[in-house]
C-alpha cells in the first residue's frame, strides 16, 4: 500500500457506543389480496401471514415443525461401492451419459414429496359496513403488523405479533366504534387430498382447540406415488381475551358481541418438540393467560430489540416516509434509485432471520417460516447446493451469530446420518451430506436426473459455515466441540472419496456435478457427471485446508490430518483459467449447455470461498470477473437468489457500481409486494442473500489478517453510516462516510489480537486489547 491513514484523529477507547436506530417500515394504503402481500409474523418457531383484510381478515398460520413422516420411515438408496466403481469407469471410458443414468439409478431416491406444511389458517367475519383511510404496516422495529381504518367515522386497528418470549401468536382488536366489534372467528387447516388433516372444537366459552396430524396423501418417493399417513401431530389453541362486549362459542366458533377491545392469545405445540405435546399447548396458553397487552407487547418488544437493534444502517437522508413500499418498488421498476427501499430491504433480511430462526427452533427452510401449501414448491425443505447456506449467509455478519445455532444443530444431525451413508453405499469413511434433506435429516441424494440431484459437493460447502462462524465468533469451545467434528467428518469423507485423474495423476472427485448445469461432451450429448468438476474441487481444497487449520489451533495430530494434508499437495487445482481468460467450470473447457446458466458453481472459490483475492490471486481474480461477463452476456442471473449471489460476488470483486447495478435490478425484477424474494415462486434465500451482499460492500474480512472498510461503496450511497457490523476476528466495526468518503470509523475488538485495516489505497496495522476499541475521524 502507498500510504497510511492520513489527516486522522485516532484515539483508543473502553467506552460502548450506543445504536441509535430509525424506524424502518413496511406500509400499504390497501389490504392484501394474494399472499405475497401479507406481512409476515414470527418467533422462529411459530408465524403467521397478516391479510389485514377490513371485516373479513385472514392470517395464515405457520409452525416449524410441521411435516408428514418421521426419522425412521425411509431408507437410504441402494446403490453399493461396485456401483459406484461402475460409474467410474464409465467416465474413464468417457461414457458420461452412462454415469449419469447409473448414478440416478442406483444412489438417488429421485423425485420426492414430502413437505413442510401450513398450520392452518384463522379466518374473521366482523360486520363493518365500510372503510376509509386504510394503512397496513410492517414495523421492522418493533415486529408488529398493524392494520388501521377508520368505519362509519370511528377508528378500528389490529396489532399482531408473534412473540418469542411467549411462545405465542397474540392479536389485539381496538374501536371506538359504539356497536364494537361483532362477528365470528373460526380456525380450520386444508384438506390433504380430499381428507381432512385437523378438527376445531370449542373447549369452552372463550376458547378453540385444533389439532391434527401431518400427511402426505400424494407424497412421492423414488418418483413413484407414495401415500404418508403418519407424521407430526400438533395442538393449537386459541383464547380469547375481552375488556368489553361479550364472548361465546359455538361447536367450533368464537362468537364476538360488542367488544370494543379484545385479544386474542394463539400457541400451539407439536409432537416433534414435545411428547405430551396436548399438555405443552395448554401450559403455554396458561403462563400467558392473565397477562395484559401492554405486558405482552413490551416483553415482545424488549427481547426482539435485543436482537435487531444490534446495528443500524442509514443509506438515505432521514425524511419522512410518504411512499407506500409497493409504489417504491414499481418507482425502481421505472428506473429510478431508492436508497430507502434498498434500506429497508436490508432491514427486512435481518427481521426475517430473527423471525424464522431462533436457538431451539428448526433452522429457515426454503421460505423460512411462511408456508401455505400442503405441498409447498421445493417441499419447503433445506436444499444445501446454496440455498441453506445463503438463508444464514447474514447472520454473523449483521451481528446476529446466535441464530445459527438452529442450523448447526441440524447439519450436526444431518452429518450422523450421512456416515451411515457414506459407509452403505460408498464403502467409505466420514459423512457424506446430500444436496437436498428436510426436518428428518435423511441423507440420501435426491431427484431423477444427475445434473442437480447427483452432488456430493454439499458437505464441504456446509462445513464452510462451522469454519467461518468460528473466524467471526472465536469461539474456541465452539471450534472443538461442534466445528471440528464436523469437519473432521465432513474431510473423512472426501479422503476416501479421491480418486487418480488419468492425465496427470492428480487427485479428483468422481463422479462429479457442477449443480445445476450440464456440459456437452465430445459425443455431443448433454450430460452432468465428470471427474474433478471445478466446484467439487474447490469445496474439498477449502474443507481440507480448513480442517488443517483446526487441527492445528487444536493442537490433533490424528492419522486423517497426515493423510488430508498429503493429498491436498496433490489435489488437482480447482481454479483453472482457460484460454478466454475464465475460470473452467469442468475438468475440460467443455462446451456449456446453457452459457447462462443461474448457478455460478465454478466461483465457490472467490465467494463464499476466500482462495481467490486480488492480492494474493491477481489473474484468478480477473477471470472471476470474465467469467460472470460471460454467464450475464448470455442471459444468466435471472430473479431471486441468484440475483443475490451476484450482489455478493461483485462486492468481492471491489466494484461498488457492478454491486449496485444488481441491487437495482433484484429490485425491479425480483420482489413481491410485501418484500419477499420472487424466484419465482416465493425463495426466502434470495431476501437473507441480498442482506449479506449489502454487508459485503460495506466490510470484508474474508482475507487472512485484515479487514477492508468500505471496499464496494457505489456512488448512489454517497452518505450514510453503519454501527454494530461484525468482522472475522470478532471485531465490531461502526462507520460514517460523506460525499463517497469515509469521516469516522470505530473498531472494537472482541479478544485481543492485531488486524491489518485498509481503506481506498491507505493501510493501518492496530493491536487491541479484548474490549479496546481503535477509533478514527478523518
Same mark, same amino acid.
Given at each position: 500500500?502507498?500510504?497510511?491513514?492520513?489527516?486522522?484523529?485516532?484515539?483508543?477507547?473502553?467506552?460502548?457506543?450506543?445504536?441509535?436506530?430509525?424506524?424502518?417500515?413496511?406500509?400499504?394504503?390497501?389490504?392484501?389480496?394474494?399472499?405475497?402481500?401479507?406481512?409476515?409474523?414470527?418467533?422462529?418457531?411459530?408465524?403467521?401471514?397478516?391479510?389485514?383484510?377490513?371485516?373479513?381478515?385472514?392470517?395464515?398460520?405457520?409452525?416449524?415443525?410441521?411435516?408428514?413422516?418421521?426419522?425412521?420411515?425411509?431408507?437410504?438408496?441402494?446403490?453399493?461401492?461396485?456401483?459406484?466403481?461402475?460409474?467410474?469407469?464409465?467416465?474413464?471410458?468417457?461414457?458420461?451419459?452412462?454415469?449419469?443414468?447409473?448414478?440416478?439409478?442406483?444412489?438417488?431416491?429421485?423425485?420426492?414429496?414430502?413437505?413442510?406444511?401450513?398450520?392452518?389458517?384463522?379466518?374473521?367475519?366482523?360486520?363493518?359496513?365500510?372503510? #376509509?383511510?386504510?394503512?397496513?404496516?410492517?414495523?421492522?422495529?418493533?415486529?408488529?403488523?398493524?392494520?388501521?381504518?377508520?368505519?362509519?367515522?370511528?377508528?378500528?386497528?389490529?396489532?399482531?405479533?408473534?412473540?418469542?418470549?411467549?411462545?405465542?401468536?397474540?392479536?389485539?382488536?381496538?374501536?371506538?366504534?359504539?356497536?364494537?366489534?361483532?362477528?365470528?372467528?373460526?380456525?380450520?387447516?386444508?384438506?390433504?387430498?380430499?381428507?381432512?388433516?385437523?378438527?376445531?372444537?370449542?373447549?369452552?366459552?372463550?376458547?378453540?382447540?385444533?389439532?391434527?396430524?401431518?400427511?402426505?396423501?400424494?407424497?412421492?418417493?423414488?418418483?413413484?406415488?407414495?401415500?404418508?399417513?403418519?407424521?407430526?401431530?400438533?395442538?393449537?389453541?386459541?383464547?380469547?381475551?375481552?375488556?368489553?362486549?361479550?364472548?361465546?362459542?359455538?361447536?367450533?366458533?368464537?362468537?364476538?358481541?360488542?367488544?370494543?377491545?379484545?385479544?386474542?392469545?394463539?400457541?400451539?405445540?407439536?409432537?416433534?418438540?414435545?411428547?405430551?405435546?396436548?399438555?405443552?399447548?395448554?401450559?403455554?396458553?396458561?403462563?400467558? #393467560?392473565?397477562?395484559?397487552?401492554?405486558?405482552?407487547?413490551?416483553?415482545?418488544?424488549?427481547?426482539?430489540?435485543?436482537?435487531?437493534?444490534?446495528?443500524?444502517?442509514?443509506?438515505?437522508?432521514?425524511?419522512?416516509?410518504?411512499?407506500?413500499?409497493?409504489?417504491?418498488?414499481?418507482?425502481?421498476?421505472?428506473?429510478?434509485?431508492?436508497?430507502?427501499?434498498?434500506?429497508?430491504?436490508?432491514?427486512?433480511?435481518?427481521?426475517?432471520?430473527?423471525?424464522?430462526?431462533?436457538?431451539?427452533?428448526?433452522?429457515?427452510?426454503?421460505?423460512?417460516?411462511?408456508?401455505?401449501?400442503?405441498?409447498?414448491?421445493?417441499?419447503?425443505?433445506?436444499?444445501?447446493?446454496?440455498?441453506?447456506?445463503?438463508?444464514?449467509?447474514?447472520?454473523?455478519?449483521?451481528?446476529?451469530?446466535?441464530?445459527?445455532?438452529?442450523?448447526?444443530?441440524?447439519?450436526?444431525?444431518?452429518?450422523?446420518?450421512?456416515?451411515?451413508?457414506?459407509?452403505?453405499?460408498?464403502?467409505?469413511?466420514?459423512?457424506?451430506?446430500?444436496?437436498?434433506?428436510?426436518?428428518?435429516?435423511?441423507?440420501?441424494?435426491?431427484?431423477?436426473?444427475?445434473?442437480?440431484?447427483?452432488?456430493?459437493?454439499?458437505?464441504?460447502?456446509?462445513?464452510?459455515?462451522?469454519?467461518?462462524?468460528?473466524?467471526?465468533?472465536?469461539?474456541?469451545?465452539?471450534?472443538?466441540?461442534?466445528?471440528?467434528?464436523?469437519?473432521?467428518?465432513?474431510?473423512?469423507?472426501?479422503?476416501?472419496?479421491?480418486?487418480?485423474?488419468?492425465?496427470?495423476?492428480?487427485?479428483?472427485?468422481?463422479?462429479?456435478?457442477?449443480?445445476?448445469?450440464?456440459?456437452?461432451?465430445?459425443?455431443?450429448?448433454?450430460?452432468?457427471?465428470?471427474?474433478?468438476?471445478?466446484?467439487?474441487?474447490?469445496?474439498?481444497?477449502?474443507?481440507?485446508?480448513?480442517?488443517?487449520?483446526?487441527?492445528?489451533?487444536?493442537?490433533?495430530?490424528?492419522?486423517?490430518?497426515?493423510?488430508?494434508?498429503?493429498?491436498?499437495?496433490?489435489?488437482?487445482?480447482?481454479?483453472?483459467?482457460?484460454?478466454?481468460?475464465?475460470?473452467?467450470?469442468?475438468?475440460?473447457?467443455?462446451?456449456?449447455?446453457?452459457?447462462?446458466?443461474?448457478?455460478?458453481?465454478?466461483?465457490?472459490?472467490?465467494?463464499?470461498?476466500?482462495?481467490?483475492?486480488?492480492?494474493?490471486?491477481?489473474?484468478?481474480?480477473?477471470?472471476?470477473?470474465?467469467?460472470?461477463?460471460?454467464?450475464?452476456?448470455?442471459?444468466?442471473?435471472?430473479?431471486?437468489?441468484?440475483?443475490?449471489?451476484?450482489?455478493?460476488?461483485?462486492?468481492?470483486?471491489?466494484?461498488?457500481?457492478?454491486?449496485?447495478?444488481?441491487?437495482?435490478?433484484?429490485?425491479?425484477?425480483?420482489?413481491?409486494?410485501?418484500?419477499?424474494?420472487?424466484?419465482?415462486?416465493?425463495?426466502?434465500?434470495?431476501?437473507?442473500?441480498?442482506?449479506?451482499?449489502?454487508?459485503?460492500?460495506?466490510?470484508?474480512?474474508?482475507?487472512?489478517?485484515?479487514?477492508?472498510?468500505?471496499?464496494?461503496?457505489?456512488?448512489?450511497?454517497?452518505?450514510?453510516?453503519?454501527?454494530?457490523?461484525?468482522?472475522?476476528?470478532?471485531?465490531?466495526?461502526?462507520?460514517?462516510?460523506?460525499?463517497?468518503?469515509?469521516?469516522?470509523?470505530?473498531?472494537?475488538?472482541?479478544?485481543?489480537?492485531?488486524?491489518?485495516?485498509?481503506?481506498?489505497?491507505?493501510?493501518?496495522?492496530?493491536?487491541?486489547?479484548?474490549?479496546?476499541?481503535?477509533?478514527?475521524?478523518?
Amino acid at each position: 500500500m502507498l500510504k497510511f491513514f492520513a489527516s486522522a484523529l485516532i484515539s483508543l477507547s473502553l467506552v460502548n457506543l450506543a445504536y441509535s436506530q430509525s424506524t424502518s417500515i413496511l406500509w400499504y394504503n390497501q389490504a392484501a389480496e394474494e399472499w405475497e402481500e401479507g406481512l409476515p409474523v414470527g418467533n422462529g418457531r411459530l408465524g403467521a401471514m397478516v391479510m389485514g383484510i377490513p371485516g373479513q381478515e385472514h392470517l395464515q398460520l405457520n409452525e416449524d415443525s410441521l411435516w408428514p413422516g418421521g426419522y425412521e420411515d425411509w431408507g437410504l438408496a441402494e446403490g453399493k461401492r461396485a456401483d459406484l466403481d461402475q460409474i467410474r469407469a464409465y467416465l474413464l471410458a468417457g461414457d458420461n451419459k452412462k454415469a449419469d443414468s447409473l448414478l440416478v439409478l442406483k444412489f438417488s431416491r429421485k423425485g420426492v414429496t414430502r413437505s413442510h406444511q401450513t398450520m392452518g389458517d384463522l379466518w374473521f367475519n366482523f360486520d363493518w359496513i365500510e372503510s #376509509q383511510n386504510y394503512r397496513r404496516s410492517l414495523n421492522l422495529e418493533t415486529a408488529t403488523v398493524l392494520t388501521q381504518f377508520i368505519s362509519e367515522g370511528f377508528e378500528v386497528s389490529q396489532e399482531v405479533i408473534a412473540s418469542a418470549a411467549d411462545n405465542a401468536l397474540i392479536i389485539r382488536f381496538k374501536t371506538n366504534h359504539p356497536k364494537g366489534f361483532n362477528g365470528e372467528i373460526s380456525m380450520n387447516r386444508p384438506e390433504d387430498n380430499g381428507f381432512a388433516t385437523a378438527k376445531t372444537t370449542a373447549l369452552n366459552d372463550r376458547q378453540l382447540e385444533m389439532s391434527g396430524m401431518i400427511t402426505q396423501r400424494k407424497g412421492q418417493l423414488d418418483s413413484k406415488p407414495v401415500e404418508i399417513l403418519n407424521g407430526v401431530k400438533f395442538q393449537t389453541l386459541l383464547f380469547a381475551q375481552n375488556q368489553s362486549g361479550e364472548i361465546s362459542t359455538t361447536d367450533s366458533t368464537l362468537v364476538i358481541s360488542g367488544a370494543k377491545e379484545f385479544m386474542l392469545k394463539l400457541v400451539s405445540a407439536t409432537s416433534f418438540y414435545h411428547e405430551n405435546f396436548e399438555a405443552e399447548a395448554e401450559r403455554q396458553l396458561e403462563k400467558i #393467560q392473565l397477562k395484559s397487552w401492554g405486558e405482552l407487547l413490551h416483553t415482545h418488544e424488549t427481547e426482539y430489540a435485543s436482537w435487531f437493534k444490534r446495528m443500524d444502517l442509514q443509506l438515505s437522508p432521514n425524511e419522512p416516509d410518504n411512499i407506500t413500499t409497493d409504489a417504491r418498488i414499481e418507482r425502481v421498476k421505472n428506473g429510478e434509485v431508492d436508497l430507502h427501499l434498498e434500506q429497508l430491504l436490508f432491514d427486512y433480511g435481518r427481521y426475517l432471520l430473527i423471525s424464522s430462526s431462533r436457538p431451539g427452533t428448526n433452522p429457515a427452510n426454503l421460505q423460512g417460516l411462511w408456508n401455505r401449501h400442503i405441498a409447498a414448491p421445493w417441499n419447503a425443505d433445506y436444499h444445501v447446493n446454496i440455498n441453506l447456506q445463503m438463508n444464514y449467509w447474514p447472520a454473523d455478519v449483521t451481528n446476529l451469530s446466535q441464530l445459527n445455532e438452529p442450523l448447526f444443530n441440524f447439519i450436526d444431525g444431518l452429518i450422523e446420518n450421512g456416515k451411515n451413508a457414506a459407509r452403505e453405499n460408498f464403502d467409505m469413511a466420514g459423512s457424506m451430506v446430500p444436496h437436498t434433506t428436510d426436518l428428518w435429516q435423511v441423507a440420501f441424494l435426491r431427484a431423477a436426473t444427475a445434473y442437480w440431484g447427483g452432488w456430493i459437493g454439499a458437505g464441504g460447502w456446509i462445513g464452510r459455515h462451522y469454519w467461518d462462524h468460528y473466524l467471526f465468533t472465536q469461539d474456541r469451545q465452539f471450534l472443538e466441540e461442534r466445528a471440528f467434528p464436523a469437519l473432521e467428518a465432513i474431510s473423512a469423507f472426501y479422503s476416501d472419496w479421491l480418486v487418480e485423474y488419468p492425465a496427470d495423476g492428480t487427485l479428483v472427485s468422481s463422479p462429479s456435478t457442477s449443480p445445476e448445469n450440464q456440459f456437452i461432451n465430445s459425443k455431443g450429448e448433454v450430460v452432468a457427471t465428470t471427474m474433478g468438476a471445478a466446484m467439487d474441487q474447490q469445496i474439498i481444497a477449502d474443507i481440507f485446508n480448513n480442517f488443517l487449520k483446526a487441527s492445528d489451533l487444536l493442537g490433533k495430530k490424528t492419522p486423517l490430518r497426515e493423510k488430508v494434508k498429503t493429498q491436498l499437495d496433490k489435489l488437482r487445482p480447482g481454479v483453472q483459467i482457460a484460454e478466454d481468460g475464465r475460470i473452467l467450470e469442468w475438468d475440460q473447457p467443455y462446451e456449456e449447455n446453457e452459457k447462462g446458466h443461474r448457478h455460478m458453481s465454478h466461483l465457490y472459490a472467490f465467494h463464499p470461498g476466500d482462495a481467490i483475492t486480488k492480492s494474493e490471486t491477481p489473474e484468478a481474480f480477473a477471470a472471476v470477473r470474465k467469467t460472470l461477463e460471460f454467464r450475464l452476456a448470455n442471459g444468466g442471473a435471472g430473479t431471486g437468489w441468484s440475483r443475490a449471489w451476484l450482489i455478493n460476488f461483485s462486492a468481492r470483486l471491489l466494484d461498488g457500481e457492478m454491486a449496485h447495478e444488481h441491487i437495482q435490478k433484484l429490485l425491479a425484477q425480483s420482489l413481491y409486494p410485501n418484500l419477499f424474494d420472487g424466484h419465482p415462486p416465493f425463495q426466502i434465500d434470495g431476501n437473507f442473500g441480498y442482506t449479506a451482499g449489502v454487508a459485503e460492500m460495506l466490510i470484508q474480512s474474508h482475507e487472512t489478517g485484515l479487514i477492508r472498510l468500505l471496499p464496494a461503496l457505489p456512488k448512489a450511497w454517497a452518505s450514510g453510516s453503519v454501527s454494530g457490523l461484525k468482522a472475522r476476528g470478532d471485531y465490531t466495526i461502526d462507520m460514517t462516510w460523506q460525499d463517497g468518503e469515509l469521516k469516522s470509523c470505530r473498531i472494537q475488538a472482541g479478544k485481543t489480537g492485531k488486524i491489518l485495516v485498509l481503506y481506498d489505497g491507505s493501510e493501518m496495522d492496530i493491536d487491541l486489547e479484548r474490549g479496546q476499541s481503535f477509533e478514527v475521524e478523518f
